[in-house]
């Protein structure tokens, strides 16, 4: 895959061709030979998104996450695709609690994610993710739509599980705080 990954994500992907489920193997296929990934994007230097391809129908971008990295509970509202290629990503997934006021979650499950590993998440998933390595994770993530432009988006406050709109910004934030950690050796 090397190069061509970054250089035309839409066409090794085939997003404007395959469904989600299709769009799964390929990621799957493509987190199958990390070292290809790793020799097109390169290995992870701080964490961030690297975003590769942008559109109202498709989002994909390399995520690195800085160790012990946490995000906290979130939702996407649309299907994505998550494809280890170095590291390791945890994610706690989380359901709403019935006729709980405020939109309070508990966690209904967790997956720990390895290099090779993929896994879909639907549209209604919500799920917190944390590198609990001490070295940087990369991840392919793909998503049904324009990630960064998807209206109604809800995040969930750590400490009391309580509903929130998503903010763009905080995340933002911790991705800075999560640099500064890294860079700084903490």
Do not use: C
């Amino acid at each position: 895959m090397g190069l061509a990954l970054k250089e035309r994500p839409d066409v090794v992907l085939g997003y404007h061709l395959v469904p989600a489920a299709a769009s799964a193997l390929l990621v799957a296929r493509a987190v199958g030979a990390p070292g290809d990934v790793l020799a097109g994007l390169g290995t992870p230097q701080r964490a961030g998104l690297d975003v590769l391809l942008r559109s109202p129908a498709l989002t994909i971008f390399a995520a690195h996450w800085a160790p012990r990295m946490s995000l906290p509970a979130h939702d996407h509202r649309m299907w994505a695709l998550i494809g280890i290629y170095t590291g390791r990503e945890d994610n706690i997934f989380w359901r709403r609690i019935k006729d709980e006021a405020g939109g309070r979650i508990e966690a209904a499950g967790a997956k720990a994610l390895a290099v090779k590993d993929a896994v879909p998440l639907g549209k209604d998933i919500i799920h917190s993710v944390t590198n609990p390595i001490p070295r940087l994770s990369g991840a392919i993530h793909v998503y049904g739509g324009d990630f960064f432009a998807t209206a109604g988006r809800s995040e969930w406050d750590p400490e009391t599980l309580r509903e929130r709109p998503f903010d763009l910004e905080a995340a933002r934030a911790t991705f800075r705080e999560a640099i500064a950690r890294f860079e700084s050796g903490g």
